[in-house]
């Protein structure tokens, strides 16, 4: 763990990024340009220009995990700096594509709470051994949920009442009022239309 040198806060993991994502980036670009016909004859520019665009742009991108949060930094000329707050990362997948598998290279999607649009909020290509990364990020969500409402895990589906520490602490009453609430909810959610 090694402090941020942007702010107070600890880093937990820092995602490192594969540098065959420039050729990828650059592929991209260049199928782009022979696909809409129209950048034919921009290719050359194209594979000058975005050569050195691809290294400075992957020079400028950072991703760190913090106790609370996501951070990711990206960009050339305008840099754009994201903190997604743990406990709102709905899903953190994986991407692979044809031309990514071929370069071994996977992409790591984070979808938010309340996001408008349609797909991933932050989309970072070319994270090195994104899985382990993915999974360490939600490790330290659910540590970060469990910190936060420590009973509030307890009644769901699969966990047992017992003498399971995770129990909200209230007594029984509480538990009920919970039990309830639970019940309220799975009544609502049979009600709804499915997709």
Not at 25 to 52: A, Y
Not at 86 to 93: A, C, F, W
Request: hydrophobic share 40%.
């Amino acid at each position: 763990m090694t402090p941020d040198p942007l702010s107070s806060e600890v880093i937990l993991e820092e995602a490192e990024f594969n540098p065959k994502v420039k050729s990828y980036w650059l592929l991209s670009g260049t199928l782009l340009c022979v696909l809409s016909i129209v950048g034919i004859p921009l290719l050359p520019i194209w594979l000058i220009v975005g050569h050195w665009a691809t290294g400075r742009y992957l020079d400028q991108m950072r991703c760190v995990l913090t106790k609370r949060s996501l951070k990711v930094w990206r960009g050339i000329l305008v840099r754009k700096e994201m903190t997604v707050p743990l406990d709102k990362i709905t899903d953190l997948g994986l991407v692979e594509g044809p031309v990514m598998r071929w370069m071994d290279l996977q992409a790591v999607s984070i979808e938010t709470a309340g996001q408008s649009t349609g797909g991933a909020a932050i989309k970072l290509v070319g994270v090195r051994d994104a899985r382990a990364f993915r999974d360490t990020v939600m490790a330290q969500r659910e540590r970060l949920l469990d910190e936060a409402a420590p009973g509030a895990r307890a009644l769901e589906p699969g966990r047992t009442g017992g003498s399971d520490p995770a129990l909200p602490s209230g007594g029984p009453e509480t538990r009920e009022l919970l039990t309830e609430i639970r019940d309220i909810l799975r009544r609502i959610e049979g009600r709804l239309p499915t997709e």
